[in-house]
């Protein structure tokens, strides 16, 4: 079980940062449809096949310029 909504954490990470999802798609060298693919699918179904529930914490990067 994923204790965390990843897709609206991204979502409102991008949002903080003033970034929408296709350039954060673009940042990591992908597709906007398969950054909310990788995230709500693979990723969650990966840790849970393995037996794992999923809590995710968020610590913003003191020194991250705005192009990283």
């Known amino acids: 079980m994923i204790k965390n909504n990843i897709e609206l954490d991204v979502k409102v990470k991008c949002i903080e ?3 929408t999802q296709a350039q954060l ?3 990591v060298g992908t597709s906007s449809p398969y950054v909310n693919r990788i ?3 693979t990723f969650v179904q990966m840790l ?3 037996g794992y529930d999923i809590e995710l914490t968020y610590i913003k990067k003191e020194n991250l310029r705005k192009e990283d």
């Open 17 to 19: 940062n003033s970034v």
């Open 25 to 27: 798609a673009e940042r």
């Open 39 to 41: 995230i709500n699918k």
């Open 48 to 50: 849970e096949a393995l």
